[in-house]
């Protein structure tokens, strides 16, 4: 509904342009015409009201013996039916050619007059004239019509903008020439005129009622306006059909020349109240608006009515009351007058629509004043001095030589120029600066601050070249930038004023939410606040008041709010315009990307830093992990063993150890913490230290010692945390092992099938597989469990291999496991080799196999050969 709504509007737009562009180019043309054209002869009769027959003669016919009360017959032999035949004859005859006009004499009979016909203009165009007619008849109607139009494509469903439409649309109406072009234009400009009038006047009613607020009276009693609307609107067929008889059938309006009076008085009564009630509306509305802004609006409207309005206000009462109207018997110097004044009233209504702020009418006549006094005396000045030296050079050299009067004209040059560039400019300058005039290129500013944005790396500088730059492009004294710590928005850096940086707005605040919901600038009305500001709390209402602030911007980051630029008042006491917040809203989202960015680098830094001493840690950790494992292995008669272990990571939860024992036993641990990293170094260290702490007790009976560090361990863990974990005790006296298994992977037993042999297993022959699984649950989950020992008597060429899941389940890109079978088949293989080269064997298969791929989880290998 609303889109087809729109559609209608815009039709209606398109019609009412066509109708409008029309009418200004008719009365244009005949403006111009009428001014320049000397050859072009006027009509010797012209319309008039209060003559009898509507038809008056003109001072060339009435010296040709008509009068006022004759009734024009007819005009060289066509029978005269109305004005239009006369314009069409005349407009393409020439002054001094004769017509003939047939009139009947009230109580004389029939006559006939030979008028010479006068020119439309008499003597040549003058400066004056062609001044007025290009102001008055091209310039300013011109700028009404597009201001209007502009104005309702931009808000076709705003009733104000087809109000504003309908006054400025009137502008052509007072240069206009009805009637003046013969054929269809005559008809077509006389009916615009009509309408574009009333219009006027019913738009003027209705947009002192609604703008900017609705009125208190036409809310209590909406059905007053009707009674001043409706008749005007009846006007405009009446006067329409008036003015059609006039042109085409002046017999047959004749018997109702009795209404034409009543008409025209009630036309200029209704037109007068229309004006009153536009003047008096906008007045009242002064004391009573909510905000400033509207107040300035209406201010600069209010004082633009009454200097336009209040003169076509009294030529409309003298014309009711007078016999003739003003505007036949005033002078032309009068009738200018109004004009140049009727002129205040639609731009004064054009500046508070383009100017997004209106200025308090005091501001824009002492700036205005000044600033045109300052310039005016400067071009004076310029004038005196360019005119002084031409004065004297052509004096000079009409005295000296012929050579002296070919340079004379180039020195003048090279001294106008001189002047212009060096003295002129800079003082021109000097003069914007000093009002605070002179303009600012916007992509300029933008590109300067983005360059320079991008090159900083701390917050500070670039808030203060930033506030430094838009303090010298808009004449801002007070800029403050709030900054987004934690839940406030402390005071970083303040221009001007205040000196304390202890200003902080809570991120809760009403100032902070409004601009983090609309993202958009934010004008600080204290007079009559906007919502945002009237629900602040009073310590928010005080930050603001104590920064100046009179517009507040949001400096969006990508993906939250990370401060506010908060602005005072400018030097030249101005509001920020669109093309002020136009800027500021651009330069605050470069400065917000700009801050983000620099908290940005801070925080990598930060970050790289933390990260350097995390490594540095890690690397001592894995030095001290590394010193955990065993340094040296301690000598056992009739065997030969070694382990290994790699972390995944920098450090890991393996675990491997061998530990002497009394009576020349070897105690041999191999553990695997869950987890990796850190955390599983940490409970791994803490597997040693309760290992040795159990071993060097004299703790004999195995699966006691596994017993009690299970409870140490469930003690000293979380409960996500466990440890699988093999412990045997050799007794190189009888070759015999005992062992638990606390749910480690089972270690491997390599025994030849035929060790009187004398070697180990041949990886062609038999061999015997043994896995050692005797014990119990792994360490850590429970606080009370019971482990059993295992026991295995071992021989010579027994090859005992203990290893983590790491090395078994080492895996490819595919996730395709190694095996515990490939490990015990690479083992067989490489038995004839030491405990050491067999590991390193493993490892380089494993590594072999999985081509590459990381590393998954920690390794470590235990390798015991019996000699």
């Known amino acids: 509904m609303q889109t087809n709504l729109a559609k209608l509007l815009y039709l209606l737009v398109a019609l009412l342009a066509v109708g409008s562009s029309l009418f200004y180019v008719a009365s244009t043309a005949a403006a111009f015409d009428s001014f320049l054209n000397a050859d072009r002869a006027r009509p010797p009769l012209q319309y008039s009201h209060s ?42 005859a020439h002054p001094g050619q004769i017509a003939s006009i047939v009139y009947h004499h009230q109580g004389g009979g029939m006559h006939t007059a030979r008028v010479g016909l006068m020119p439309q203009r008499r003597g040549p165009p003058t400066v004056s004239g062609w001044l007025i007619t290009i102001v008055l008849g091209v310039l300013f109607p011109g700028f009404c019509l597009l201001l209007g139009f502009w104005v309702v494509l931009a808000r076709p469903l705003d009733w104000n903008a087809w109000f504003l439409l309908g ?48 009125s208190r009276v036409d809310a209590r009693l909406p059905w007053i306006k009707w009674l001043v609307i409706i008749p005007q ?45 536009f003047i008096a509306s906008i007045i009242r509305k002064l004391f009573i608006v909510p905000t400033p802004d509207a107040r300035r609006r209406l201010g600069v409207v209010a004082a633009g009515s009454l200097l336009g309005l209040s003169p076509v206000l009294v030529i409309l009462v003298t014309s009711t ?16 007058t109004v004009a140049v004044l009727f002129t205040f009233f639609p731009l004064s209504l054009g500046y508070t629509v383009i100017v997004q702020r209106a200025l308090d009418l005091r501001i824009i006549l002492r700036q205005g004043t000044r600033y045109a006094f300052a310039r005016g005396t400067l071009w004076v000045l310029q004038t005196v001095v360019f005119t002084f030296l031409a004065f004297r050079l052509y004096h000079f050299a009409y005295a000296s030589g012929r050579a002296v009067q070919l340079v004379a004209p180039l020195a003048f040059v090279v001294v106008v120029f001189f002047v212009r560039l060096r003295v002129a400019r800079p003082l021109s300058l000097w003069i914007d600066r000093r009002f605070f005039r002179e303009a600012y290129s916007v992509d300029q500013v933008l590109v300067e601050l983005s360059e320079q944005a991008r090159t900083f790396r701390e917050t500070e500088p670039l808030l203060r070249t930033i506030t430094e730059r838009l303090s010298q492009t808009l004449h801002v004294e007070r800029i403050a930038f709030l900054l987004r710590r934690g839940k406030l928005f402390q005071l970083q850096y303040a221009y001007g004023s205040p000196d304390h940086l202890d200003l902080a707005l809570s991120e809760n605040s009403s100032t902070i939410r409004a601009l983090t919901i609309d993202r958009s600038p934010k004008q600080v009305y204290r007079e009559h606040p906007d919502p945002w500001l009237a629900l602040a709390a009073p310590t928010e209402v005080s930050v603001l008041n104590r920064l100046e602030a009179e517009l507040l911007l949001p400096l969006p980051g990508r993906s939250s709010l990370i ?26 989202l470069q400065t917000g990307l700009a801050i983000e960015n620099s908290a940005l680098v801070h925080s990598l830094a930060e970050e790289s830093a933390q990260r350097q001493r995390i490594d540095r840690e890690i690397e001592i950790a894995r030095q001290v992990q590394q010193l955990l494992l065993p340094q040296t292995y301690p000598v056992v008669a009739g065997i030969e063993f070694a382990g290994f272990s790699r972390a995944a990571r920098e450090v890991g939860g393996d ?62 863990s979380t409960s996500n945390r466990f440890v699988t974990f093999f412990f045997g005790e050799y007794d190189p006296s009888t070759r015999i092992l005992d062992y638990v298994n606390a749910g480690h992977n089972a270690p491997v037993l390599l025994r030849p099938s035929l060790p009187q042999k004398g070697s180990y297993c041949d990886p062609e022959g038999p061999c015997m597989v043994q896995r050692l699984e005797t014990g119990g649950p792994v360490i850590g989950i429970f606080s009370q469990v019971q482990y059993e020992q295992g026991q295995i008597q071992l021989q010579p060429f027994d090859v005992f291999i203990a290893f983590t899941d790491g090395i078994s389940e080492a895996m490819t890109t595919d996730l395709e496991e190694w095996g515990e079978e490939k490990l015990i088949a690479v083992a067989r293989m490489n038995t004839h080799l030491s405990a050491e080269a067999m590991i390193s064997a493993l490892v380089a298969s494993a590594d072999r196999y999985t081509a590459g791929a990381p590393q998954y989880d920690d390794l470590s290998l235990v390798v015991l050969k019996v000699l």
């Open 321 to 336: 009351f007078s016999d003739k109207p003003l505007i036949e018997v005033a002078p032309p110097w009068a009738l200018l």
């Open 51 to 92: 003559s009898s027959f509507l038809v008056q003669p003109l001072p060339e016919s009435r010296r040709a013996g008509m009068d006022a009360v004759d009734e024009v017959l007819s005009v060289n032999g066509e029978p005269f039916t109305g004005m239009a035949g006369l314009i069409r004859q005349t407009f393409y």
């Open 655 to 716: 675990y491997y150890d061998f530990i002497p024992l009394e009576n020349g036993r070897l105690g041999i641990a191999i553990g695997d913490v869950s987890g990796k990293g850190i955390s599983a170094a940490l409970l791994m260290a803490s597997v040693r230290s309760a290992l040795h702490g159990l071993t060097f007790s004299g703790m004999l009976d195995l699966a006691r010692l596994i017993e009690g560090l299970n409870r140490i361990i469930y003690d000293s």
């Open 233 to 277: 609107i009846l006007l405009v067929p009446l006067n329409f059909a008036i003015e059609y008889g006039v042109l085409y059938r002046i017999h047959f309006i004749q018997p109702y020349l009795s209404a034409v009076d009543p008409l025209e008085l009630a036309g200029n009564v209704f037109a007068a109240i229309s004006l009153c009630i």
């Open 563 to 588: 401060g506010v630029m908060a602005l005072g008042p400018k030097l030249s006491e101005e509001p920020y315009s669109r093309s002020d917040r136009r800027l500021l809203s651009s330069v605050a």
């Open 167 to 214: 006054i400025m649309n009137v502008a052509p109406v007072f240069i206009a020439k009805p009637g003046y072009f013969p054929g269809f234009l005559a008809i077509f400009t006389i009916f615009w005129q009509n309408f574009a009038v009333q219009w006027m006047l019913i738009s003027l009613i209705l947009f002192s009622i609604y703008f900017p607020v609705r």
